[in-house]
């Protein structure tokens, strides 16, 4: 009689072990026509709008444990046309439990340079996935994990024909592999770059540089991503001022400098930038003349 209990509740356990299902894997689309998920996908205050410019609130409506597999070179588009639309550059698998919700942000890029970057107010839906050389050049930034203004700049050269000239990095060879590559996906020349920031004037020959800068005081608890972005009054970056992918723990004081000859708006923002998230962000009024 005790053998045949102790079989009864090793049978018992067995069941019980043995009766949870396994997740359901969806794609993002099939998920949401069908009903599986809910989605709600807003701009990222928190993250310039080429590393993670987008928050998604996505719940299981289901009783089981669903993965989202959001795709590389997935578009959002934005519910007002003068925000930028973007791309995602980095797929995404998302486990979510029975009836249980995630906030989470998604890698990706603005596809429209001249359209105002995101906030947190604005909403955005669902569009295609990307095809050609944006979808190609979607993989490789994932790939290279190139979630930076280079990056930016190539998806640029390819979504608003901007000119591979604009590629750049502080880094310089980091800007050349990127634009090295481009030029090839795109099949047209890689041009020489002749780096320095200097303006000729009507006046003569003389070249003028008109230098402004500062720099940021910041202390690292851990070996961190960091960048030093500037930034125009629509939120979009027109420059990389300073990066250090591994720079050490403890207290730093990070120097950057621009040519208001070369940038000549009235007002920037000045962004100390960490692992992809916006930590100061500072206005700056340039003084010229």
């Not at 005790?2 to 099939?30: M, W």
């Not at 995101?118 to 993989?139: F, K, V």
């Amino acid at each position: 009689m005790k053998n045949a209990l102790l079989l009864f509740a090793f049978i018992i356990v067995l069941t019980s072990s043995t009766a949870v299902p396994e997740p359901l894997t969806f794609d993002l689309a099939t998920a949401l026509n069908e009903q599986k998920v809910s989605l709600v996908v807003k701009g990222n205050n928190e993250s310039p709008h080429y590393y993670q410019p987008l928050i998604i609130d996505i719940k299981n409506l289901t009783h089981q444990d669903l993965i989202i597999n959001i795709k590389n070179g997935q578009l959002f588009a934005s519910n007002n046309p003068e925000i930028q639309d973007i791309i995602t550059t980095q797929q995404e698998f998302i486990t979510l439990k029975a009836n249980k919700a995630i906030h989470q942000p998604l890698y990706g890029m603005c596809v429209q340079q001249f359209n105002q970057a995101p906030d947190i107010d604005q909403e955005y839906s669902m569009g295609e996935l990307a095809s050609g050389n944006l979808a190609t050049l979607a993989g490789k930034i994932q790939e290279q994990k190139a979630f930076s203004i280079a990056g930016q700049h190539s998806v640029w050269a390819v979504t608003d024909d901007n000119d591979l000239e604009d590629i750049e990095s502080y880094i310089p060879e980091d800007a050349d592999e990127l634009r090295a590559y481009v030029a090839d996906l795109l099949d047209t020349p890689n041009p020489v770059i002749v780096r320095g920031e200097t303006v000729s004037l009507d006046t003569g020959p003389k070249l003028i540089k008109r230098t402004v800068g500062g720099n940021f005081k910041y202390k690292f608890s851990k070996t961190s991503a960091v960048t030093i972005g500037m930034f125009n009054d629509q939120n979009i970056v027109v420059k990389e001022l300073y990066n250090n992918p591994e720079t050490a723990a403890g207290e730093h004081k990070l120097s950057y400098e621009f040519d208001t000859m070369v940038f000549p708006e009235d007002t920037y923002f000045i962004r100390l930038i960490i692992d992809g998230q916006i930590k100061i962000n500072f206005k700056m009024k340039p003084r010229r003349g």
